[in-house]
């Protein structure tokens, strides 16, 4: 019996030319792309952002549509949306202006009150008397006045900053007064292009992933009103003044994920430093941590799991991760984007998995006597 010999093989160690000139092409269009988007960050974060604004409105413009033109309720939905920060400005601002003015005029009565206080303690009398500090904040109180002045720099900066936020802020409600006229009919388009089941199933996952936006904003601001009006409360009784502007200001914070309701205790028991100290403050201090750990376990995760249906603990995972990539933008953007992508996942496995028809049990029969 002949042996037949044994074919040739290729050799598998050798790469082709053409194969080391397509990935070197790959790599180099990949980061190229990279690159691209690095430069185009600023406009795409806009466009990002304007997208999640505009599937926020959809809500209340598709609920005022039901009664009049959607033009002239996406109109009112905005004119409102302008006239937010405006309102919330003027409740704000001037109190904070009045107390810093009260603030500077009384620095040197306060200055005053710790040296007596000093005085009458034996030990900080002897640090006094070793390093002069009391007298060196007199002197500086006494010169806050005069430095005012020396701060036109800074709010030149500021002023330049105010411009730039207010351009980006235009920018991105035209770019979401687009997305929400017709942004819709362009997800539509998009659908049609496919074939029909795929068509079917894109439009329901964007009905999905709106749904979920929408709960997302409703939810936060649900949770943002909460603490909002229980901070007002908490103010009234203890006599804080302009405790409804402060609890605004609790409430606007609160919508910021980790940080928000933090940075509102704080500047709020700062205020209480002038008004009951130490009576105030300890209360308020006390009051604002039981409330944000509170906050924090259970009325966040509750009402941000059951606003866009997914598991607390991915809600805690998805604002710490967002927050530590993008700041603040992105602890605003982690939940809803984290919605998103467990929408499309398993709106994806549907498609690729469907439920057989034959899978489904058949209702139990009647009980005996029941027609």
């Given at each position: 019996?002949?042996?037949?010999?044994?074919?040739?093989?290729?050799?598998?160690?050798?790469?082709?030319?053409?194969?080391?000139?397509?990935?070197?092409?790959?790599?180099?269009?990949?980061?190229?792309?990279?690159?691209?988007?690095y430069l185009l960050r600023r406009p795409l974060t806009w466009i990002f952002i304007a997208g999640f604004l505009a599937v926020?409105?959809?809500?209340?413009?598709?609920?005022?549509?039901?009664?009049?033109?959607?033009?002239?309720a996406i109109a009112l939905v905005y004119i409102a949306l302008i006239l937010i920060p405006i309102v919330l400005g003027a409740m704000l601002i001037p109190p904070v202006v009045e107390q810093l003015n009260n603030l500077i005029e009384n620095l040197p009565g306060y200055v005053q009150d710790i040296q007596?206080?000093?005085?009458?303690?034996?030990?900080?009398?002897?640090?006094?008397?070793?390093?002069?500090?009391?007298?060196?904040?007199?002197?500086?109180?006494?010169?806050?006045?005069?430095?005012?002045?020396?701060?036109?720099?800074?709010?030149?900066?500021?002023?330049?900053?105010?411009?730039?936020?207010?351009?980006?802020g235009v920018s991105i409600i035209i770019l979401s007064l687009f997305m929400l006229g017709s942004g819709r009919s362009w997800l539509a388009w998009f659908a049609r292009r496919q074939d029909p089941e795929r068509e079917v199933w894109l439009n329901r996952l964007f009905d999905r992933i709106g749904n979920a936006v929408g709960n997302y904003v409703a939810g936060a601001l649900l949770q943002a009103l909460v603490a909002g009006v229980l901070a007002f409360f908490v103010l009234t009784i203890l006599g804080v003044p302009y405790a409804g502007s402060l609890a605004v200001l609790i409430f606007v914070l609160d919508l910021i994920p980790l940080v928000g309701a933090?940075?509102?205790?704080?500047?709020?028991?700062?205020?209480?430093?002038?008004?009951?100290?130490?009576?105030?403050?300890?209360?308020?201090?006390?009051?604002?941590?039981?409330?944000?750990?509170?906050?924090?376990?259970?009325?966040?995760?509750?009402?941000?799991?059951?606003?866009?249906?997914?598991h607390p603990f991915i809600v805690l995972t998805s604002v710490l991760f967002g927050s530590t990539l993008f700041g603040i933008m992105g602890a605003l953007l982690a939940i809803p984007v984290a919605a998103a992508i467990q929408i499309a996942v398993l709106e994806y496995n549907l498609l690729r998995n469907p439920p057989e028809i034959g899978s489904v049990q058949a209702p139990p029969p009647p009980a005996p006597g029941r027609a």
């Amino acid at each position: 019996m002949a042996v037949s010999p044994t074919p040739l093989l290729p050799d598998r160690g050798i790469i082709s030319a053409r194969t080391i000139v397509r990935v070197v092409l790959i790599v180099l269009t990949i980061i190229f792309t990279i690159y691209l988007v690095y430069l185009l960050r600023r406009p795409l974060t806009w466009i990002f952002i304007a997208g999640f604004l505009a599937v926020a409105l959809s809500g209340p413009v598709a609920f005022l549509e039901r009664s009049m033109r959607r033009g002239f309720a996406i109109a009112l939905v905005y004119i409102a949306l302008i006239l937010i920060p405006i309102v919330l400005g003027a409740m704000l601002i001037p109190p904070v202006v009045e107390q810093l003015n009260n603030l500077i005029e009384n620095l040197p009565g306060y200055v005053q009150d710790i040296q007596d206080f000093v005085e009458r303690n034996d030990r900080l009398r002897q640090l006094e008397q070793d390093y002069n500090i009391t007298a060196e904040l007199q002197r500086q109180a006494s010169s806050l006045t005069g430095r005012v002045g020396d701060a036109a720099g800074i709010l030149s900066d500021i002023g330049l900053g105010l411009v730039n936020s207010i351009f980006a802020g235009v920018s991105i409600i035209i770019l979401s007064l687009f997305m929400l006229g017709s942004g819709r009919s362009w997800l539509a388009w998009f659908a049609r292009r496919q074939d029909p089941e795929r068509e079917v199933w894109l439009n329901r996952l964007f009905d999905r992933i709106g749904n979920a936006v929408g709960n997302y904003v409703a939810g936060a601001l649900l949770q943002a009103l909460v603490a909002g009006v229980l901070a007002f409360f908490v103010l009234t009784i203890l006599g804080v003044p302009y405790a409804g502007s402060l609890a605004v200001l609790i409430f606007v914070l609160d919508l910021i994920p980790l940080v928000g309701a933090t940075l509102g205790a704080v500047i709020v028991a700062i205020i209480t430093l002038f008004q009951d100290f130490p009576t105030a403050t300890i209360i308020w201090v006390i009051w604002s941590i039981v409330y944000q750990q509170f906050e924090n376990s259970v009325i966040q995760p509750r009402i941000q799991a059951r606003a866009v249906q997914i598991h607390p603990f991915i809600v805690l995972t998805s604002v710490l991760f967002g927050s530590t990539l993008f700041g603040i933008m992105g602890a605003l953007l982690a939940i809803p984007v984290a919605a998103a992508i467990q929408i499309a996942v398993l709106e994806y496995n549907l498609l690729r998995n469907p439920p057989e028809i034959g899978s489904v049990q058949a209702p139990p029969p009647p009980a005996p006597g029941r027609a």
